[in-house]
């Protein structure tokens, strides 16, 4: 029988690795599961909730975890969980691969598998184990929610007796899997929505969803998509035709929705000083970038700065101000990837090392750290002088700064008013 634990994540993290849903799930396919008492308080999963659906309930993180042949979380967890595991057990989880290699080392010479599912392939079949996607699409919805709350005006038009209130105007920057959702909210709010990207391809769904795509459309536009739907980094000249068009688009916008990144890169400085300060006081930007530096000049990293009126919010961790659908979506990815590990015979774990879904996610196993990526950020010095036997054929998150590891994910925000930061209203910024 495969056993699967859960332990609690860090006081910052209100998502959890399994929801009640899956593991009704995992101990009809002959799992047993364990999770740690208390631990989807966060995403309102109470411990009565995991019994019914046929989970044990443990005291302690290293209750829960040491006879388990499989441990999900969602962030990188403290090394005391990854000792008490088994040797030769898996961690599972967003284990922030390319941030604190040393950390990441640690955990390898527990001898533990570490497998980090923000390195899944962007293949068909990995298409339900994506949390990236599934995260992402959860905050686009919050940063467009979150702004309509902050804005002080009402998004859609509306014709009344005593007058007409137009409808705002939202732009949405990059328009991957969050700016397409962020997109699609904004519309159903009734807004007046318009969006830019670098690729071509996105223009025809950024018109599917009712939104006008604005776009440098040149020859190195049409060039700009990598093999694996990625955005390029794209040359001086072309960045300086894109600001002049966004500098005259951004000054009549009321919100805007900055989710442009460039896996392997520091986030695109796509607004400028000068552009915040030439929209109207009350606007919003709402910079989906900042765990990678932000898309806007002025953002600060899990703060709400303002300037001359103009609030950019650069929370942290969106899709943890979402945790039940957080959380659930989650842990269906890490289900559906866990699922052609287990032998359905015997029901034990059986992972296919050869496998493209391992070979791509696997950063340590039996002690040596097997991605090439984090291995040479180690600089040799790796974990018991681990080969680099995989490509990190995805490395998405492999910027300066990725998201936070539990430790860095604390919120900042002092509460200053006019010119300073404040803590958002009612919001975590974990
Ligand atoms: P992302 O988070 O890497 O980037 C967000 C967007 O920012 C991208 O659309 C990118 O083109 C854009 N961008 C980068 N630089 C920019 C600039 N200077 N100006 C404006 N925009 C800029 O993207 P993502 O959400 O991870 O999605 C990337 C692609 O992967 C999409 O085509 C998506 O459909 C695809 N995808 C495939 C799978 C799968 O097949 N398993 C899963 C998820 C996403």
Redesign the pocket.
């Known amino acids: 029988m495969i056993a699967i634990g859960v332990p609690a994540e860090g006081k910052d993290e209100p998502r959890i690795g399994l929801s009640p849903e899956t593991v009704k799930k995992l101990v009809k396919a002959g799992a047993k599961v364990t999770v740690r008492s208390g631990a989807g308080l966060g995403s309102h999963f109470s411990d009565q909730d995991y019994k019914e659906a046929g989970a044990q309930i443990a005291k302690s993180d290293a209750d829960a975890v040491s006879g388990a042949d499989v441990v999900f979380t969602v962030r990188r967890p403290p090394l005391a969980i990854a000792k008490a595991m088994k040797k030769g057990a898996a961690l599972i989880g967003m284990l922030d691969p390319f941030s604190d290699a040393e950390g990441l080392d640690a955990l390898a010479k527990t001898g533990v598998s570490l497998f980090a599912m923000e390195l899944m392939p962007?293949?068909?079949r990995?298409?339900s184990m994506?949390v990236?996607?599934s995260q992402?699409n959860l905050a686009g919805y919050k940063a467009v929610a979150d702004a309509a709350a902050a804005f002080e005006r009402a998004l859609p038009m509306m014709m009344t007796a005593a007058g007409t209130v137009p409808a705002a105007k939202v732009f949405v920057?990059?328009?991957?899997?969050?700016?397409l959702q962020a997109i699609a909210t904004a519309r159903r709010l009734g807004a007046i929505v318009t969006a830019?990207?670098?690729?071509p391809?996105?223009k025809e769904q950024v018109a599917s969803l009712g939104a006008k795509f604005i776009a440098v459309e040149d020859e190195e536009f049409k060039q700009a998509e990598t093999s694996g739907?990625?955005?390029k980094e794209?040359s001086d000249a072309y960045?300086k035709k894109?600001a002049a068009l966004i500098a005259d688009h951004v000054k009549n916008q009321d919100i805007v929705i900055t989710?442009?990144?460039?896996?392997g890169r520091p986030a695109?400085k796509?607004i400028s000083k000068a552009m915040i300060e030439s929209m109207r006081p009350g606007s919003i930007i709402v910079d989906l970038a900042a765990e990678r530096g932000g898309n806007a000049e002025l953002t600060k990293p899990g703060e709400i700065a303002e300037h001359k009126g103009v609030r950019i919010f650069g929370l942290l961790n969106l899709p943890g101000q979402v945790p039940v659908n957080a959380s659930s979506l989650y842990a269906r990815n890490l289900q559906a990837f866990l699922d052609p590990f287990i032998d359905k015979e015997k029901k034990v774990l059986a992972i296919d090392w050869e496998d493209e879904l391992a070979q791509g996610t696997a950063i340590a196993r039996d002690g040596a750290i097997v991605n090439a990526m984090v291995a040479e950020r180690l600089g040799g010095k790796g974990a018991s002088g681990a080969k680099a036997v995989t490509k990190s054929a995805s490395a998405?998150s492999a910027p300066a700064k990725s998201a936070p590891s539990r430790s860095a994910a604390k919120a900042k925000a002092p509460a200053k008013k006019n010119g300073g930061t404040r803590k958002p209203k009612g919001g975590k910024t974990t």
């Open positions: 962007r293949i068909t990995a298409q994506d990236l996607s992402s920057m990059g328009v991957g899997v969050a700016g830019t990207d670098v690729r391809a996105v739907g990625y955005a794209m960045k894109q989710t442009a990144l460039i896996p695109p796509l998405k």
